[in-house]
């Protein structure tokens, strides 16, 4: 009752709350460019743009990334992101009758809480009226949860949205062959004892062996760390580049997680289990350590190894997004805005891992900014080999030329700003959590280090990729 | 070291063109001192690693031959004496081809047997070397690895393949009528067992590079790469060969055994040829199949086998010692050299002389969704052409539609296509029953009923629609295109494609052109048969074009023998064994009675009495009681569903007995019966090439093997008709066996010799009449023997 009351009445004073922000947004944009201006020489104008609403990040949380197979191994994917919602309600004390939606991502799915954003929602405690729903979009399904939120926000259909991200990989539906499905829902329509017999009598010992989720791309059945590999390979990525990247992402996130720089990561009490407080896959370690391993994927001469691949990981991730002028009539001091996004995709055997190269370029362009005008980046690791050869490929005019339609190279990335609070490498990967993780590290680092613009990419199964620009909310 | 780019190398080659201007000359040697001017092979060193690059000049694939063995040895002296180079790397640097064989020319310049066997043993001597170097080589395949190629692989100490499609393996000799004569048929079978390697060797089939993995043929495979810092072909090179080069630093250090470990299956039978008994049924067995499906009249295979055999009971030095003997003996026999003229026959028709069109076909409108149209969907839609496929009726278009499919679907059985491109394939076909889309499509072929009214009334209607540069191909066995082209506004772009059923199975397409058709226009359609993967003759119009025409006379002869008391499986046999691939009474029954009897009167129409012979009475009487053939389970024979075996027709005896002729005795011996079937056939080859409907011999030979199935030494068989009607699984089954390719009907008056085919006429003239007169050309070469088809 009391949200349909609210939506209604945030309703009504629709046009005239337009009208005000048009008259106003001059006079907030200056003074923010001047106070800017005072905190930081090189003055940057902001991206809010005419006629759209300025979309804000309250704030984000994550329950800490875990291997998968271990403490989380019990629980289901709703207990992950029951935890998240429940973490980021303490952390915003935003009141559960103001969200007027809940998006939740994820990529393996538990078939019993398909709508797993809803389930979790419930089990938070949210208020029964507000609708959620569950994207999907491999790596960058919570990144598609949030670009969601944002245009649900920007086209006035809503004011306040969780958006989230869920995977636990301890747990994967493993189902009976088609074979052996097809004769049981026979069995269920059967009516007499012989058309049972019938169809038991069809039974074969093989339509006992039990098919696996996909671990291979649907359309090219290749894995995606073989792809990588060959991604490796054709860029010329050596096996020690990739181990010296791999420990890199160890080391940075070993120093963040004891500089307490993690911020976003809220304690977890696993029923039945100890608290969980910090991601559990940092493991720094030596390059000779990781040079002993053998290749994971193309055996026996590949370059890709379990220590320079992304771990299987069990986590979930959910963040506050609202309106500007909501957020500051609850009285939050958001912590970044959410500014322009893009999707891109391509070919899925032999770009798959690439959409970072593509959809940097594209978003910088669409922004209006310049590589040196980001002082934040944040791609997400599924590979060493991945990111080396995404730096190599932007760092290339004959990709770009052949390969991107651009006369020259998009340029090389400057490694002190890029994912220095580590990465999906050493953080962990739960696919359907990790965009929301990327944003808020963009938006924490801004914080702390006083940078105003953070880009953020990620690639995804399918050949896809996701990148946005999220900008710091003056202080 | 023989054997040669194979037919099936052959529709590889376009896709050499594409990065051939980036040789791979300019690449770095670290510390190479080795760049001399040696023109095809050249090394550098890599650390303890010599890279032996092949790359032949201005070709687009490497063949083995004199000079290639040369340099290659020089280079291995230069590594065998290095103190610093402790293994080698063996590459090509041509995308698309490691080395598609040995030159064909030089076989084709040895007078006598004795010089190719000293070919073939200079080829084994340098092989043998390789096999025994003291420091391990690695051979590193992209591309087509062929014959000669294949036998050098396999001397090297170590294997990596790319798993491209473009990879392939084989030793296609056995289709040129020799053997691998480098060395091949000794080490095949001791790499990958004997009875996989009598597969390879007597079929000549070409070997994916993961089967090759699995067979124990290649030790590695590498993924191909796409694009990184370079194209991705010459990255993949790259990449194989610093793979490549860690395996032979492996080998050198002992971390690699050249040794494979084999399966439980490898080493039984492994253990298996270790029992005399064992191997000689396996001999027998092997022999038996080759004589049955040969019928003896190719000599290659036996001698392959013979060769083995050898090798295997009496030791490798008397092994090699029978394989360079027999393959001087093959080289030199006339099915060699009609099997090699049929391989540049094909090469041949794998161009288009006419020249690039000026637009590229890229929509695509099929008219008729009947066994002919859905067959020319299938060929087009899996290359990328967009297809509206049209009928009249949804449930003619759906069983066009799962036509399509069902072919697609068999690939993805085989393994040969994904699920997922099978799909994203069958995508590109359109159904419809309107003709919605037409003002897009670049050409429109029909495949609709064989009558002539019919035909007019779709190119009526469909020019109503269709742009102005679009093409109007008609898919007809018999109908003049000219006829057909009499009702179109713009006969320019009128032309025939006859494709031969089933489509996707038969290689051959017969492009039929008119007075009046434009040459972009034949250009426009060639280049859409070539991309469809066919073998193109380019015929003039006229009564049954080419292919057609030269079996009607032939059938009707058929008819006659049948009539004068010669049984139908007798028939059968006398055909087979002359070297057609089926039977002639089975082909009239797998072409359709009434088509026969349809084409039959169209062209004794049109032709008189050198079309006369049999009695047309008796193809109406088999029409009139339906016994059209194996459509409907009648015709000579009785067919049953799922049984192989078929019966003669009892019911046809009555029909025979109301149409006996006598026979004549002095012309109806087996040999005469065999004679007067093939000469009628060569007489109207030869008149097709008189009479200007055909433009070269050599398309004459490709047509009728491709297209009719030609016997050996001969031309062609007969499964034109079938167009637009029975797929003819049978026919199709004989083709698929490459075994049997043979030269046609120009090769054989060449082999034969012009005058006793003549002579032959002239006694069957005498007997029966007019139908046996020899053609004017044919009179002509007979008169000077030195006048050849091919010089």
Redesign the interface.
């Given at each position: 009752m009391t949200s349909i009351l609210t939506s209604t009445l945030k309703n009504l004073p629709n046009t005239s709350k337009w009208a005000l922000r048009f008259s106003v947004r001059p006079l907030s944009c200056s003074s923010q460019l001047l106070a800017l201006s005072a905190a930081q020489p090189k003055s940057k104008k902001t991206l809010a743009k005419p006629n759209m609403r300025n979309i804000v990040v309250v704030d984000g949380v994550r329950i800490p990334f875990l291997l998968s197979g271990t403490s989380y191994k019990d629980l289901m994917p709703h207990d992950l992101a029951r935890a998240a919602l429940l973490g980021l309600l303490q952390r915003t004390n935003v009141p559960k009758e103001v969200v007027d939606y809940i998006i939740f991502g994820t990529v393996i799915q538990e078939v019993k809480t398909s709508n797993v954003a809803r389930e979790a929602a419930l089990g938070a405690g949210f208020s029964d009226k507000t609708p959620a729903h569950t994207v999907t979009m491999a790596c960058i399904s919570s990144n598609q949860a949030m670009t969601t939120a944002v245009g649900l926000i920007a086209s006035g259909q809503s004011d306040v949205v969780v958006a989230g991200g869920v995977e636990l990989m301890s747990d994967v539906p493993i189902r009976h062959s088609r074979k052996m499905r097809k004769m049981m829902l026979d069995l269920n329509k059967a009516k007499t004892m012989g058309q049972r017999l019938s169809l038991l009598s069809k039974f074969r010992l093989n339509f006992l062996s039990p098919e696996l989720p996909a671990v291979a791309e649907f359309s090219t059945s290749e894995t995606m760390g073989h792809s990588a590999d060959r991604l490796a390979a054709a860029f010329a990525v050596s096996r020690l580049e990739q181990d010296e990247y791999a420990l890199r992402s160890h080391s940075l996130a070993k120093k963040a997680q004891d500089e307490g720089l993690l911020s976003d990561v809220v304690p977890f009490k696993v029923p039945g289990k100890d608290t969980v407080t910090k991601d559990n896959g940092i493991r720094p370690s030596s390059l000779e350590q990781l040079a002993k391993l053998k290749p994971a994927f193309i055996k026996p001469y590949g370059t890709v190894t379990a220590a320079n691949s992304s771990f299987l990981t069990d986590g979930a991730s959910a963040m506050l997004i609202m309106a500007e002028d909501k957020a500051l009539a609850l009285g939050y001091k958001p912590k970044a805005y959410l500014r322009d996004f893009v999707y891109v995709s391509q070919d899925p055997k032999d770009q798959l891992l690439l959409g970072p190269t593509y959809a940097t370029p594209k978003v910088l362009e669409k922004a209006g900014l310049t590589m040196t005008d980001i002082d934040v980046f944040e791609f997400h690791e599924a590979f060493s080999g991945q990111i080396l050869a995404n730096f190599k490929a932007m760092d290339s005019d004959w990709f770009a030329q052949n390969y991107m339609g651009r006369k020259t190279k998009v340029g090389l990335l400057p490694l002190e700003k890029f994912n220095i609070w580590g990465g999906s490498l050493s953080l962990g990967h739960p696919f359907g959590a990790t965009g929301c993780r990327l944003v808020m590290a963009a938006a924490n680092r801004l914080r702390k280090d006083g940078g105003q613009y953070g880009l953020v990419a990620a690639c995804a199964a399918g050949g896809q990729g996701h990148a946005m620009i999220v900008e710091a909310y003056p202080k | 070291m023989v054997a040669s780019r194979a037919i099936g190398s052959l529709n590889r080659f376009n896709a050499f063109r594409i990065l051939r201007s980036r040789g791979c000359s300019c690449r770095n040697f670290s510390g190479s001192s080795a760049l001399l001017a040696r023109t095809h092979v050249n090394y550098g060193v890599k650390g303890n690693v010599a890279v032996i690059r092949l790359n032949s000049p201005n070709s687009k694939v490497n063949t083995l031959n004199k000079e290639v063995q040369t340099e290659f040895m020089e280079v291995m002296d230069e590594i065998w004496a290095s103190d610093q180079i402790k293994s080698a790397v063996l590459i090509s640097s041509k995308p698309g081809c490691f080395v598609a064989g040995a030159d064909i020319n030089m076989l084709a310049s040895c007078k006598t047997p004795q010089e190719a066997t000293q070919i073939s043993q200079e080829g084994q001597r340098m092989f043998e070397k390789l096999e025994r170097s003291p420091k391990p080589v690695v051979a590193a395949i992209n591309g087509s690895c062929l014959g000669g190629g294949l036998e050098l692989a396999i001397a090297c100490q170590y294997r990596i393949a790319t798993k491209d499609r473009k990879t392939v393996l084989g030793v296609p000799e056995v289709l040129l009528g020799i053997l691998p004569g480098a060395g091949g048929t000794q080490r095949l079978p001791k790499m990958v067992g004997v009875p996989a390697a009598f597969d390879m060797m007597l079929t000549g089939r070409n070997i994916r590079a993961d089967r090759a993995k699995k067979m124990g043929l290649v030790d590695?495979l590498v993924?191909p790469?796409?694009?990184?810092?370079?194209?991705?072909q010459e990255?993949t090179i790259e990449?194989l060969e610093e793979?490549a080069i860690?395996?032979a630093n492996g080998l050198v250090d002992k971390k690699i055994s050249p040794k494979r470990n084999k399966g439980l299956m490898e080493k039984l039978t492994a253990y298996a040829m270790t029992i005399p008994f064992v191997r000689r049924q396996i001999y027998k067995t092997v022999e038996e199949k080759v004589r049955k499906q040969t019928k003896g009249l190719y000599p290659a295979p036996l001698k392959i086998i013979d060769v083995v055999k050898t090798g295997l009971e009496q030791g490798s030095e008397a092994g090699y010692l029978a394989e360079s003997q027999k393959f001087g003996e093959l080289a030199l026999t006339k099915e060699s050299k009609a099997l090699v003229g049929l391989y540049h026959g094909q090469v041949l028709c794998k161009k288009n002389k006419f020249g690039a069109p000026q637009k590229d076909v890229k929509h695509l409108g099929i008219l008729g969704a009947g066994l002919m149209g859905a067959g020319i969907a299938q060929v087009s839609v899996d290359k990328g052409l967009k297809t509206l496929l049209k009928d009249t009726t949804v449930a003619g278009l759906g069983r066009g539609q799962q036509q399509v499919f069902k072919g697609l679907n068999d690939k993805v059985k085989k393994k040969s296509l994904?699920s997922?491109e099978r799909d994203s394939i069958f995508s590109n076909l359109i159904g419809q029953l309107d003709y919605q889309g037409f003002e897009k499509v670049d050409m429109v072929i029909e495949a609709v009923f064989e009558d002539l009214s019919v035909k007019h009334k779709v190119l009526k209607e469909v020019e109503a629609v269709i742009p102005d540069h679009c093409i109007f191909a008609s898919n007809t066995s018999a109908l003049p295109i000219n006829e057909i082209a009499a009702v179109s506004k713009r006969p320019e772009k009128v032309i025939g494609m006859h494709y031969f059923s089933p489509v996707d199975k038969m290689q051959l397409l017969e492009i039929i052109t008119t007075e009046k058709t434009s040459k972009d226009t034949t250009a426009s359609a060639v280049a859409v048969g070539l991309k469809q993967g066919k073998v193109i003759i380019v015929v003039k119009d006229g009564p049954g074009f080419y292919t057609t025409r030269c079996l009607a006379p032939m059938m009707s002869e058929v008819i006659r023998i049948l009539q004068e008391g010669v049984d139908p499986k007798k028939l059968d046999s006398l055909t087979t064994g002359f070297g057609f691939p089926v039977g002639a009474a089975t082909l009239a029954d797998e072409v359709g009675v009434d088509v026969a009897k349809h084409v039959a009167e169209d062209l004794g129409k049109a032709f008189g009495e050198r079309f006369g012979g049999g009695s047309p009475e008796l193809l109406n009487q088999m029409v009139s009681k339906g016994f059209l053939g194996r459509k409907s389970g009648k015709g000579f024979y009785i067919y049953q569903e799922g049984s192989k075996n078929k019966s003669l027709n009892s019911d046809m005896d009555t029909i025979f007995a109301s149409l006996r002729l006598p026979a004549k005795p002095e012309v109806s011996s087996d040999e005469d019966i065999q004679y007067r079937v093939v000469t009628r056939f060569v007489n109207e080859a030869v008149l097709c090439l008189q009479d200007g409907i055909l433009a070269t011999p050599a398309e004459g030979d490709i047509g009728a093997v491709f297209g009719l199935g030609f016997p050996p030494c001969l031309g062609g068989s007969s499964a034109g008709w079938q167009v637009s009607l029975h797929p003819g699984a049978l026919i199709a089954a004989s083709f698929n066996k490459v075994l049997f390719l043979c030269p046609g009907p120009f090769r054989f008056v060449d082999l034969y010799g012009a005058q006793k085919i003549v002579d032959r006429l002239r006694k069957y003239e005498a007997a029966y009449g007019k139908q046996f007169t020899p053609c004017q050309l044919l009179i002509d070469h007979a008169n000077s023997p030195s006048k050849k088809f091919y010089q």
């Open positions: - | 590695q993924e790469l796409g694009p990184g810092i370079k194209p991705p990255r990449y793979v860690t395996f994904t997922f």
